[in-house]
């Protein structure tokens, strides 16, 4: 892909991310895309078990906003650098809604080919947005 492809590419996403649109963002995936990603446990593969992830953040965090800050791109691999918002209004995971807020620095990786996504890591401090929205609690020191 071109890097102007790429371009075009995360601009689809980034305004399906800010619609809420999960099909238009799973739809950005490979058929055999992995997505490694801490919300997953781990790593999925596929177009329904990606939804499935993605599906999770906009029904735990209704109002969740992805705020990209970089773009890194060097031939078919990107960096999106940024963080995310939102309060935990839905229940994530299926547990009960805290009402509380949580923002953390994440950064995704991505490898694509062919106009689509292949892989996908996602790193962030998953248990300290845990511990944000009140699912765990901090040990004191």
Known sequence: MTRQQVEALFVRRETALTQRD????TAQFAEDAVVESPTAGGSVTGRKAIEEVTR????????????RETLVIDGDRAAWIGHVHGTDTGGFLGLPPTGKPFRVPMV??????DGFIVHEQRIYDFTGMLIQIGVLKAKPQ
């Open 22 to 25: 999960v099909a238009a963002i």
């Open 108 to 113: 995704f990786v991505f490898t694509v080919k």
């Open 56 to 67: 999770a953040w906009f029904e735990g965090f209704p109002d969740v906003v992805f705020s």
